[in-house]
Nanobody, 121 residues
Framework: QVQLVESGGGLVQPGGSLTLSCAAS????????MAWYRQAPGKERELVAR???????NYADSVKDRFTISRDDAKNRVYLRMNSLKPEDTAVYYC???????????????WGQGTLVTVSS
């Protein structure tokens, strides 16, 4: 009924930049908080950044001043601009959002399928 699809992952050298995109589709009535999480090999999934529909943002300490989350509410999209990438940023990045669908109205906590980011020389 509703899904999130990420794009933009890939291989980048240390110090490089990458932008991830995530598009929500389906019978969408409203989107609240949108967020990016990541999961590195052998580690638990962690919050990277989130942005409410009111504009407030939160970042993990490890990415502050390097990553920027933004959203285009008209297109139901969220982005993650990643600068000064480090090898420890290597992970599968997941998009996440709270979405209300229509007919009937119902809230879903939706996850994307993930996109791999590899930071290596």
């Amino acid at each position: 009924q509703v899904q999130l699809v990420e794009s933009g992952g890939g291989l980048v050298q240390p110090g490089g930049s990458l932008t991830l995109s995530c598009a929500a589709s389906g019978s969408i009535d409203r989107v609240n908080t949108m967020a990016w999480y990541r999961q590195a090999p052998g580690k638990e999934r962690e919050l990277v950044a989130r942005k409410s529909n009111g504009g407030s943002t939160n970042y993990a300490d490890s990415v502050k001043d390097r990553f920027t989350i933004s959203r285009d509410d008209a297109k139901n999209r969220v982005y993650l601009r990643m600068n000064s990438l480090k090898p420890e940023d290597t992970a599968v990045y997941y998009c996440n959002a709270d979405i209300r669908v229509v007919n009937p109205y119902k809230w879903f906590h939706v996850w994307g399928q993930g996109t791999l980011v590899t930071v290596s020389s």
